[in-house]
Every structure is written in C-alpha cells, then in structure tokens.
C-alpha cells in the first residue's frame, strides 16, 4: 500500500520529526478560533495604521493546502471546514533551528498543522496569521494531487470521497446544504405537529412500494429478510394506533438499476397525515418548498443546468390530461389500450403486450410528459392499476386521490389519500399478486398484517414521501445523484483505485 516512493519519503520524514521529539500524530490540540471566525473578527486590521495587532493572539489549524518556501520566511495556505486562512512564517520568529531543520525540510502540502500568532495584513492586501509558533498535528504519508483545483476523475472523486473533500471546496459546499435540508426538513413537520418515528429496516414481506427488493437472512429467526424499499405500510399501522401525524426520515433500498437519479439506497421523508387528503399535501408541499427556499436563502427562479424552474408557479394537471396537453398524444387514444400499443410501437418503443391499460397510460407518461415538466407540477389522478395503495375516487373508481410532483423533468415526490377500506386492499394485493404471477417482480407483495390491520380502521389519511437525494440534486444544481451521496454505490474495480488516484497525481 505505501510501496510509492514518494509515500516513502514521507514516511521517512516522519520518522525524523520522531527522532526530533515531535510526535507526527499528536493528539493535543490549542485551537481556539476557526478560519472563519478569525477572518471576521479581524476584519478591521486594515483600517489600523500599521495594519497589523500583535495583542491579538490566536491559535487556528488546518491542512497545508499551499506552502512557499523561501530563504528566511515562507507563506503558507491552511484549510479548515470554514475557509482558508495565509500564513506568514518567518525563520526569526520561531524556535531557534526550528524553522531550518524542522519546517523547511519535513513539512509538506497535506500536512494538518496548529499556529500561534496574531492578525496583520500584508503588502498585497490580504489579511494574514504572522506566526510565532507553529506545531504538526499530522503528517500526511499520501501526497496530495497537485492540481489545486482539486480532483477531475469522477470515478476517483467518488471511490475516494475523503480525497474528493479535501480538494473541492463547492462539494463541501454540497453536503452541507444536504445536511441543512434534511434539518430543516426535520424542524418544518415537527413545527406542524407530525412526530418523528422510527420503523424496521428490515422487513418480513417487501411492501409499501413497486420494486424489486434485496434479500437477507436472519440466522437467529432462520428466515429471509427484505431490506426495506419504503416504510409506509408500518407508518401507516402507527395511523391505526392512534397517532395522527408521523414522519420518517431515513433510507430506503431498491435492488434495481444505477443511473443519474438512480441508487441503490436512498433517503426519503415519508410522512402520514389523519383527517388529510392529497390535496392538503399539495398546499402543505407548497409550504415546505417556501420554507427551504426562506431558510437556504435560494432564489425562487432557481437555475437547473440549462434550465430556469419558476418556484412561484406551482401547476396541478390530471395525468390523462396531461398525456394530451402536455405529451402531445392523441385525445382518442389515450382510453384505449390497443390503439397505446400501436402508437408506443410506431414511436418505436418497447412495450409489454400483457400490461393493463393503466400501465400503459403511465408508459405514455413515462415517454411523452415527464422530461417536460420543467416548473413544479404536481401530476394528480392515477389509474388504479399503477397505485395500489392509493384511495379510489369517490366520483371516478379507475383513478385515484394521488399526485406526483415533477420538478425540471424529475419525479420529487409521491403523495395520495391512504386507501383504508380494508376489502379494497385485499383486492388490489391480489390483483398484485396475479401481475406478479406474470412476470412483475417489482410488484407488491401481499401483506396479509396490514390488511387486518386496516380491519381494525384507519381514520382518512394522506401520506407522502419525498426523495432527499432528488431534492438536494435540485437545490445544488447537481446532475448526478452520486454527486449528492458521500459514499454512492461503486462498480468493483479490477484493478487498485490506489493507481488511479496517482495518475491524477501526476
């Protein structure tokens, strides 16, 4: 692993620090200050005649991310999570030797180190630390790639994510929107009441989604366990134990393929609502895009690659209408099953002879609407072939109370009125199992639990669920769902990711 040569020389300088009485992996620390916090507050130092205060003494660390090295004195970058912050170091400032022997020869780029000293502005303008002690916390054995602007290689950038951070500032920049969003996501539902509830991960049946699930084994219990693809038929159990307002923030996992809005875990906020229907979630899913919008201080005109989504123009269509209006299909072909077969097949797409006229029409979404849907729309008025958990309506019994929000071409969310006539459930289970029967191995299983427990009433509900990763896509403007996980699922490599990385070096 440390075979390299120039890991080896590292190493080496490490042993030397150690011969010097330098620890190269110390574990104290007198840091008192961020980057951050020291750029602000000494903000006023230029105004200053001499634009420097040696009465203010601070202690920051960081890692070398830039290093100068001169005859006398050096200039030096650090980084911390805050920022980065210019460092003047200067032989007479320091122990004696320490600068010669120490500094100039056994630290390096990528080493995190801790200096004392105090603000002052130099020549070109720039506030700066002038350093009066300086100690390493770490030694860095691996180099850094030299290319400042940090790493290219996507595939680099996502095996080694810990390298990715430390080079690129704007994907730190991401992952803590991502944390801000699902905060912020946490503090909105409990600030409208709903509790948040925890549900097995793993799962006797895999329910509460259309998918195709990943399969365990309990060795204790000597049965296979589903990892679960969503959480909504045990929250919704928790709406017939009385509670009235449940969430769930947590992972999913789905045994399908990988693409740019495709992972094989995922995170999601699911939540249920008594005495609520689709359309309360509408208004409610308006309030919580204002609020994250308010809160991450983003533009309601928010750029998206090319494209410009207007925050302020929220559309409602049913999705037949939809097919029409939007998609461009034919108005006299749309209710009629053999005439979807022949128009998918004129347009020279695949398409499943034994699907019911409801998967067919969501095939006619699938192709013809749902990349066009730029403005938030929320799609409304399912079949009831393709939701089977969703309530029918009362005025129309082949469609459902259910919507979907599109945003810039992209499904964001999936939201109906629960389905709580028990009779009703069992029948569309069956009606899943039958499909399944035919080859749909991402149809529902029967969950024989959740229909009793609906025997028992569950008072009219809506729910809804909410892909995180899809939403932080949106608000960073990002274009692959990896760039949004820390740790995306990876192909394994044939070869060592370690040779990769020092081509990137190079």
């Known amino acids: 692993m440390f075979s390299n040569k120039f890991i080896q020389q590292r190493i080496e300088k490490a042993n030397v620090l150690r011969e010097a009485g330098i620890n190269p992996y110390s574990n104290q620390s007198q840091r008192n200050t961020t ?79 801790e200096v004392h ?75 409208k009441g709903f509790l948040e509830v925890e549900t097995p991960m793993m799962h006797p049946i895999a329910g509460g989604a259309n998918a195709k699930p990943f399969v365990t084994h309990h060795n204790a219990l000597d049965v296979d366990r589903y990892l679960r693809i969503a ?136 192709e013809f609407v749902e990349e066009k849907l730029i403005d938030p729309t929320f799609i409304t008025e399912y079949p009831v072939e393709i939701s089977p958990l969703a309530r029918r309506s009362d005025t129309n019994p082949e469609i459902t109370e259910r919507f979907e929000l599109f945003i810039a071409g992209r499904e964001i969310a999936n939201a109906f009125s629960e389905l709580n006539d028990p009779l009703d459930q069992l029948e569309r289970f069956e009606g899943q199992m039958a499909a399944k029967d035919c080859g749909d191995d991402e149809a529902h299983e029967m969950d024989s639990d959740f229909v009793e427990a609906l025997s028992y009433g569950m008072a009219p509900t809506a729910g809804q669920g909410i892909g995180i990763d899809r939403l932080v896509m949106l608000l960073t403007n990002e274009h692959s769902i990896r760039d949004v996980l820390l740790f995306p699922a990876m192909k394994p490599l044939n070869g060592d990711i370690c040779e990769e990385a020092s081509q990137e070096e190079e």
């Open 35 to 113: 980057i951050e916090k020291f750029l602000n507050v000494n903000a006023d130092i230029e105004q200053k005649e001499d634009k420097r205060d040696a009465t203010r003494l601070y202690v920051v660390s960081g890692r070398i991310k830039f290093l100068r090295i001169m005859g006398k004195a050096s200039f030096v970058k650090i980084e911390d999570e805050s920022g980065m912050l210019q460092l003047y170091v200067a032989r007479d400032n320091l122990a004696e030797g320490f600068y010669n022997t120490i500094f100039k020869k056994n630290i390096e780029v990528g080493d995190i180190i």
């Open 117 to 191: 000293g105090y603000p002052f502005v130099t020549g070109q303008g720039e506030l700066s630390l002038h350093a009066d002690d300086l100690k390493i916390l770490t030694k860095a054995i691996s180099p850094l790639p030299e290319k400042f602007h940090g790493i290219t290689d996507k595939e680099v950038r996502y095996r080694k994510r810990y390298l990715d951070l430390i080079m690129n500032t704007e994907v730190r920049k991401t992952f803590q929107t991502r944390s801000r969003v699902i905060s912020l996501t946490r503090r909105f539902f409990e600030d």
């Open 231 to 366: 959480p909504e038929l045990y929250l919704k159990r928790l709406i017939v134990g009385g509670f009235e307002a449940v969430f769930e923030i947590n992972r999913n996992f789905r045994n399908e393929g990988m693409d740019a809005t495709h992972n094989p875990e995922f995170t999601s906020i699911e939540f249920y609502w008594a005495y609520k229907t689709y359309k309360d979630l509408i208004e409610i899913t308006k309030e919580y895009f204002q609020y994250l919008f308010e809160h991450l201080k983003l533009p309601t005109l928010l750029p998206y690659g090319d494209l410009k989504v207007n925050f302020n123009n929220f559309q409602e269509i049913p999705l037949i209408e939809s097919l029409t209006l939007i998609g461009g299909v034919p108005s006299d072909i749309v209710n009629n099953k053999a005439k979807i077969i022949a128009y998918l097949k004129e347009n020279n797409l695949d398409v499943n002879e034994k699907m019911n006229l409801g998967q067919l029409q969501g095939e006619l979404f699938d």
